[in-house]
Structures are given as structure tokens and as C-alpha cells.
């Protein structure tokens, strides 16, 4: 009896730790039961008459403040490339960019943009974007447009308020603070959508 009492122990005992260990596995890791959502992608709308949209790269972060970011701003690609060209009136969306963001998921910001912008060639614009489900984080779609006059233009909306910021004759898609003195403005450029998953 004292030694089938003594296995039992030892059985109960293993089970206790393996139990502890798959606790502990779950608990860890971005994929972990709980966390935030993973990965956003966004939806770039061009001008509506006119010329299209050009850009050399996109990205996303978390803000910190103003402009800035709270880490490196993650790449947006388009089927794996960098940057895209579309006509006027067209919309593009990103392939999934893995970014923990504090949100639902699901469609997180989306805007009818009554709006239009154009010359921003050569320019770099940062949109701030409030997501509208969840405890979520402001987050910044960043825009390096091409340099070349004539796919400059964009879809926007005019909101009350610090919306954006641009500076001329720069790149700062990789760049979680960047240089300059840069001008806000209350125009959300570009950005038609943004998901989460």
C-alpha cells in the first residue's frame, strides 16, 4: 500500500508541473491568449480627378507623440513591393504589416474622404489616425511620395484639430523620430481604411 501511495504522489506530482509548464507556454509570446492584435493594414485612396497617387514607401507605427513614433515604424508593401502607383480615383490596400496594436480587431478606422490634396511630391506626410474600436492607440500612416510631378495628389478630409504633419524634400518611412521642422495641418491624407487581425 505505502509504495502504490508513493507512485500516486509521484504521478500527481508530474501532472502538476506539466500543467504548470503549458500555463506558462500559453502565457508567452506575441500570440499568447489576451495580447493585442498582431497586424494592420491600410487602405491609400488617390485624388479623385486629375492625377493619381505615387508613393516610393509607406509605413505604420504606434505614436508617441505628435509626428513620432513610439518604435520603428513597420513597412507597408503592396503584394511584396515597396510603394505603388495608382490612378486617380483608384484605392490600393496593403498587404498585412505585423504591428501590435492596442484595438479590436476588424475595421478600425475607415472615412469617406470628401477632401483633396496635391503637390506632394517629393514630400513625406505623417497621418495620425484614431482607431475607433477597443482601448486602442493612436497610430501614424507615413507616405513617402515620388519626387516626379504628376502622380502627387491625394483623397483627404479636413477634421478639426491636429490631423497630419509633412515635410518637403524628405523620406521618413524608417525613421521613428525624424529631423526637421514639419507643419501640421488638420487633413488626414490618403488614408481611406485601416484593419486589424
Given amino acids: 500500500?505505502?509504495?502504490?501511495?508513493?507512485?500516486?504522489?509521484?504521478i500527481?506530482?508530474?501532472?502538476?508541473?506539466?500543467?504548470?509548464?503549458q500555463i506558462l507556454l500559453l502565457g508567452?509570446?506575441?500570440?499568447?491568449?489576451?495580447?493585442?492584435v498582431t497586424?494592420?493594414?491600410?487602405?491609400?485612396?488617390a485624388r479623385p480627378a486629375a492625377v493619381g497617387m505615387k508613393l516610393d514607401h509607406a509605413s505604420i507605427c504606434v505614436q508617441s507623440t505628435t509626428y513620432n513614433c513610439a518604435s520603428a515604424p513597420v513597412e507597408l508593401l503592396f503584394s511584396g513591393a515597396h510603394g505603388f502607383n495608382i490612378a486617380a480615383g483608384a484605392t490600393i490596400t496593403s498587404d498585412?504589416?505585423?504591428?501590435?496594436?492596442?484595438?479590436?480587431?476588424?475595421?478600425?478606422?475607415?472615412k469617406t474622404l470628401s477632401s483633396q490634396q496635391t503637390g506632394w511630391a517629393g514630400y513625406s506626410v505623417r497621418t495620425l489616425i484614431d482607431p475607433v474600436t477597443g482601448n486602442a492607440s493612436k497610430l501614424v500612416?507615413?507616405?513617402?511620395?515620388?519626387?516626379v510631378a504628376g502622380s502627387d495628389s491625394d483623397a483627404a478630409v479636413n477634421e478639426a484639430g491636429t490631423n497630419g504633419y509633412y515635410l518637403?524634400?524628405?523620406a521618413s518611412y524608417n525613421q521613428q523620430s525624424p529631423a526637421g521642422s514639419w507643419t501640421a495641418q488638420g487633413f488626414r491624407d490618403g488614408v481611406n481604411k485601416v484593419e486589424t487581425q
Avoid at 498585412?96 to 475607415?110: C, E
Avoid at 500612416?141 to 519626387?147: A, Q
Fill in 141 to 147: 500612416v507615413i507616405m513617402d511620395w515620388n519626387s
Fill in 12 to 21: 500527481i506530482g508530474f501532472v502538476a508541473v506539466a500543467a504548470k509548464a
Fill in 168 to 170: 518637403a524634400a524628405t
Fill in 96 to 110: 498585412w504589416a505585423n504591428i501590435v496594436v492596442s484595438s479590436s480587431a476588424g475595421t478600425v478606422y475607415t
Fill in 1 to 10: 500500500m505505502i509504495r502504490v501511495a508513493a507512485i500516486a504522489l509521484i
Fill in 28 to 36: 508567452a509570446g506575441p500570440g499568447a491568449l489576451g495580447a493585442s
Fill in 39 to 45: 497586424q494592420a493594414r491600410v487602405t491609400f485612396q
